[in-house]
């Protein structure tokens, strides 16, 4: 699976973040990008505007696919996946 994984240096007490990893699957990394494009799913619509507002879009796209392939993994891991939707 691709990995959208921060690049994290620390070292007492100072804190050096980066860019994204380009670790795992080339594929799977632009796939998770492309499928934030549309964010038609009010949550994720709702984290994408929240994050973009603080640290703008293109972090916010990369964010979202994150959270994208979090939830790819453990839909995987369980053998189902859950609705993300609220039940009313």
């Known amino acids: 699976m691709g990995r959208v994984d921060p690049k994290h240096h620390e070292s007492d007490t100072t ?3 980066g860019s994204i990893t380009k670790q795992g699957s080339t594929l ?3 796939a998770a ?3 934030t494009c549309g964010r038609k799913d ?3 619509r709702a984290d994408f505007v929240r994050i973009a507002e603080r640290r703008g879009t293109a972090k916010a796209r990369v964010a979202i696919a994150r959270k994208l392939l979090t939830l790819v993994y453990y839909g995987l891991r369980d053998g189902e996946i ?5 039940a009313g």
């Open 15 to 17: 804190v050096h973040r």
């Open 28 to 30: 799977v990394r632009w």
């Open 33 to 35: 990008i492309e499928a």
């Open 42 to 44: 009010p949550k994720r």
């Open 82 to 86: 859950r609705c993300l939707a609220e």
